[in-house]
């Protein structure tokens, strides 16, 4: 059993395609078949069931593919450490990032500081949900992400705190409210986010014992920021999310703040905080100082 095994079987594992996951790894398909077909022989055990190119976990793969995981986890955990005895911060950084306030705020803002003292980093960003980003830092398939709290299952670290505001058609009377209620908003067609506050605004609505007209799931805040200005609903995001500079494109969609105020607290989030690389660290670091 090798290192390299093991990581064409995550591969795999994760893209379910040998052609994909050969392009990943830069080598050929057939060292890809050769490698599996050795785990296997080794370890006596189907891993995958195989349909031509593409490839699905057996249970036994799927009760293998954590430990695999874990142990290509501290792999790389040991590379990082060498290279941090050497003084060489070099290496890889992967990380998770749920909708606009991590990908188009935090992330930039973070990063500008980290190239600059650790220029030899490659910085390989993964967009998601909030559940998937928590789901990819359980499996190891980034080394931290940002996270929205309370999380009791992973270890985490408080950035800075964030508030939701509605969004508005300017043509609804609503819009002439300094401020807006909860119940104001049931009355409409609702846009729900699916990036990193849905579970918060549901919640919200939860708490208040109402229930939104949920229209349309989005993802993307432009999206959203559309589907407002062309008055088919309206929406609650974080603040953090709204650029200024993007609100001016869309003049049709009004901010306003809920009354009463309510905070959510972004967070970066590892597995284990005693199992992290020393580029993780530096990372986290640079981030709770900005």
Do not use: C
């Amino acid at each position: 059993m090798t290192l390299t095994q093991l990581e064409i079987f995550s591969k795999l594992a994760e893209f379910k395609n040998f052609t994909l996951s050969a392009q990943q790894l830069n080598i050929s398909q057939s060292a890809i078949s050769h490698a599996l077909k050795a785990l296997e022989k080794k370890w006596d055990t189907q891993l995958f069931y195989r349909n031509n190119n593409e490839v699905e976990l057996t249970a036994a793969g799927q009760r293998l593919l954590p430990y695999v995981n874990e142990i290509l986890n501290v792999s790389h955990i040991i590379h990082q450490e060498v290279m941090d005895l050497k003084g060489l911060k070099t290496g890889t950084l992967r990380i998770g990032s749920f909708g606009a306030s991590s990908s188009n705020v935090l992330i930039p803002l973070i990063l500008k500081a980290f190239r600059q003292k650790y220029p030899e980093v490659e910085v390989l960003i993964m967009e998601g949900t909030d559940q998937e980003v928590m789901q990819w830092i359980e499996e190891r398939k980034v080394d931290l992400g940002f996270v929205v709290l309370p999380e009791e299952h992973l270890d985490t670290y408080p950035l800075l705190e964030d508030i939701f505001v509605a969004l508005i058609p300017a043509q609804l009377t609503l819009a002439q409210q300094s401020s807006v209620q909860l119940e104001d908003l049931v009355e409409h067609p609702f846009l729900m986010t699916q990036a990193g506050s849905q579970n918060h605004v549901m919640e919200l609505f939860k708490a208040a014992q109402l229930t939104p007209q949920i229209k349309y799931n989005l993802s993307q805040i432009l999206s959203i920021l559309n589907m407002v200005n062309e008055n088919a609903g309206v929406s609650i995001v974080a603040d953090m999310a709204l650029d200024q500079n993007i609100l001016q494109l869309y003049p049709n969609v009004v901010k306003r703040p809920l009354m009463p105020n309510i905070k959510r607290s972004i967070a970066l989030a590892v597995k284990n905080h005693k199992q992290i690389t020393p580029i993780t660290q530096a990372f986290i670091e640079m981030a709770k100082q900005l």
